[in-house]
C-alpha cells in the first residue's frame, strides 16, 4: 500500500473511532456499531482475506471497547449513572461469556457473524425506535443465577459481535425495570467486563491463513492504536451528552444508528 492509500485509511479508522467514542458514551455501546461496518470495509485495503474480514473486524472493534469503556463508565459514574449492585452481580457472567463469544466468533464463518450482527441491530433498533419504553417485563432486575444467565447471554453475543454490551444490554436492562439513562451508564462498564475476556480470546485466536503484519491473532494492532486513543478522547463528550437528552431522543438515536447499521450488514451477508 502506497503512503497516499495509508493515509487515506489511517484518516478514516481515526474519524470512526471519533464517532465510535461519541457514540460509546452516548448510547453505552462501546463504539462497536460503528467501528465493525468500518473496520469491515477497510480491512481489504490492507490485505485481509474476505471471509476473515468480518473477523479482524469484531475482535478488533473488541480490543478498543476495553479503554473506550473505562473512559465512558468513568464518566457515567460522576454523574451517579451506574448500577454497581447490578455490576457485582452480573460480572461472573459477563466475564464468561466475553470469552465464550470470542472463542465462538474463532471458528464461525464470515456471514454467520455479518447475518447475526444485521438481526441483532434491526431487532434491537425496532425495540428502541417505538414508543414502547414504558413497557416492562418485570420491575426488578434479577440478580443470582437468572441475572448471569442473562449477562452471560448479552456478553457471549456482544463478543462474537464486537460490541461492548450496551446494544443487548440497554434494552435488557430497561425491559427488566431499569431507567433508561441509568442502563446506558451501567451497560458502559459491561464493555470492560466483555472485552477483557474476549479480546485475550481474540489475541490467542489462530485463524489458520496468513493475515498481514501487525496482526495478532485476530486483532489488528494498527486498527487499535489508531481508534482506540480518539474513542477514548469522546468518550465522556458522548457520555455528558447523553445526560442532556430526553429519553425519546436517545432511543432514537440509538435506534437510528441500528438501521444503518443492519441494512449494511445484511448487503455484506448476501452480497457473500
Known amino acids: 500500500m502506497d503512503f497516499s492509500a495509508l493515509f487515506f485509511v489511517a484518516t478514516l479508522l481515526l474519524c470512526a473511532g471519533?464517532?465510535?467514542?461519541?457514540?460509546a458514551g452516548l448510547l453505552g455501546v462501546g463504539g462497536g456499531i460503528i467501528l465493525v461496518p468500518v473496520l469491515e470495509a477497510l480491512l481489504g485495503t490492507i490485505g485481509v482475506p474476505p471471509e476473515w474480514r468480518m473477523h479482524v473486524a469484531v475482535a478488533t472493534s473488541m480490543?478498543?471497547?476495553?479503554?473506550?469503556?473505562i473512559?465512558?463508565?468513568?464518566?457515567?459514574?460522576?454523574?451517579?449513572?451506574t448500577d454497581w449492585n447490578l455490576i457485582r452481580h452480573w460480572a461472573p457472567g459477563l466475564m464468561a461469556g466475553g470469552l465464550a463469544g470470542s472463542l465462538l466468533a474463532a471458528s464461525a464463518s464470515g456471514p454467520l457473524l455479518t447475518g447475526m450482527f444485521a438481526v441483532a441491530a434491526l431487532l434491537i433498533a425496532l425495540k428502541m425506535f417505538l414508543p414502547i419504553d414504558h413497557w416492562r417485563i418485570r420491575e426488578r432486575l434479577p440478580l443470582g443465577l437468572g441475572g448471569n444467565l442473562i449477562s452471560g447471554f448479552i456478553a457471549t453475543i456482544s463478543a462474537m459481535l464486537g460490541i461492548g454490551g450496551g446494544m443487548l444490554g440497554v434494552p435488557a436492562m430497561t425491559l427488566l425495570g431499569q431507567p433508561l439513562h441509568r442502563a446506558v451508564g451501567t451497560a458502559a462498564l459491561f464493555g470492560l467486563l466483555i472485552g477483557v475476556p474476549a479480546t485475550i480470546g481474540y489475541l490467542f485466536a489462530r485463524p489458520g491463513v496468513a493475515l498481514p503484519g501487525l496482526t495478532v491473532g485476530l486483532v489488528s494492532a494498527l486498527g487499535f492504536a489508531l481508534i482506540a486513543p480518539a474513542s477514548v478522547l469522546m468518550a465522556p463528550q458522548g457520555a455528558k451528552l447523553a445526560h442532556s437528552l430526553s429519553k425519546r431522543a436517545l432511543s432514537q438515536a440509538f435506534a437510528l444508528f441500528l438501521f444503518i447499521v443492519a441494512l449494511r450488514m445484511f448487503y455484506r451477508t448476501f452480497a457473500t
Open 18 to 23: 471519533l464517532l465510535g467514542g461519541l457514540v
Open 71 to 81: 473512559s465512558s463508565s468513568r464518566a457515567h459514574h460522576a454523574r451517579g449513572a
Open 63 to 69: 480490543s478498543t471497547v476495553i479503554p473506550t469503556a
